[in-house]
């Protein structure tokens, strides 16, 4: 409860500071960005972050399946070493190769955050899969369950809440690697920032940079209750215990 009371109030802050700085009108000879462009950009960093997480939730939980399978575990460090890739080159630097090879624009931001969004979700997914008891699977079997049946109702059931923290971590960061990619004109909340730093206008800045902080919370805690709400009842039961010793 008390996590839920800080967190509104954070978002209250962020939310008033937003409005604050688009009520001002201007700065000087500058002038900060409209209400409705606010709520265009907002969209607009939505979209791409939208478009590259849906691409990395279908790119990346096959991946950490496949990984898992007696067949292809020998080629999981290949897979998960090539994703690890993505995450150690340099945030802006990646963003800026994209842009010089893809062009510049939404194109080349989707791809630069479908990197870096791949790789939470394919190593939780391995994680998640890989936690599952065997006894557990044997006893699915024992049932008369099929391999598919296991896999759907067992595996992928008890490793959701882990998927899903992953998918959770990657779509929060890259709420802030869409910022950066108004660099490379991509549109959405980075383009006022990226005004307010050319221009030195800390105000237009903050227009910037205020709702892309809520976004992110707001994103945050919404995945967040769909994870505690997919979580098994005997996983919440077993957290709660670890929790009170």
């Known amino acids: ?111 630069a955050l479908l990197v870096y969004a791949m790789l939470p979700i394919i190593r939780n997914t391995y994680a998640g899969i890989r936690s599952v008891d065997p006894a557990v699977k044997e006893a699915a079997r024992g049932m008369g369950m099929s391999m598919l049946q296991v896999t759907v109702k067992v595996e992928m059931r008890l490793a959701m809440p882990i998927i899903l923290a992953g998918i959770r971590t990657s779509m929060v960061v890259n709420v802030g690697t869409a910022a950066i990619a108004g660099m490379i004109g991509s549109g959405g909340l980075g383009e006022l920032i990226v005004t307010g730093i050319a221009v030195r206008v800390t105000q237009l800045i903050l227009q910037g940079a205020a709702p892309t902080a809520a976004l992110a919370i707001i994103l945050d805690a919404l995945i967040g209750g769909v994870e505690t709400w997919v979580t098994p009842r005997g996983l919440k039961a077993l957290k709660s215990a670890q929790w009170q010793q």
């Open 1 to 111: 409860m008390r996590k839920h009371i800080i967190l509104g109030l954070l978002l209250g802050i962020l939310l008033g500071l937003t409005i604050w700085m688009t009520s001002l009108g201007s700065v000087g000879i500058f002038k900060m960005a409209p209400p409705m462009k606010v709520l265009s950009a907002t969209v607009r960093h939505l979209q791409i972050v939208g478009a590259a997480e849906l691409l990395a939730i279908t790119i990346g939980i096959p991946i950490g399946f496949l990984s898992t399978r007696r067949a292809c575990r020998f080629i999981s460090p290949v897979l998960i070493g090539t994703a690890n890739v993505g995450q150690t080159v340099p945030t802006l630097a990646f963003i800026g190769i994209a842009g010089a090879v893809l062009g510049m624009g939404y194109k080349a931001a989707v791809i």
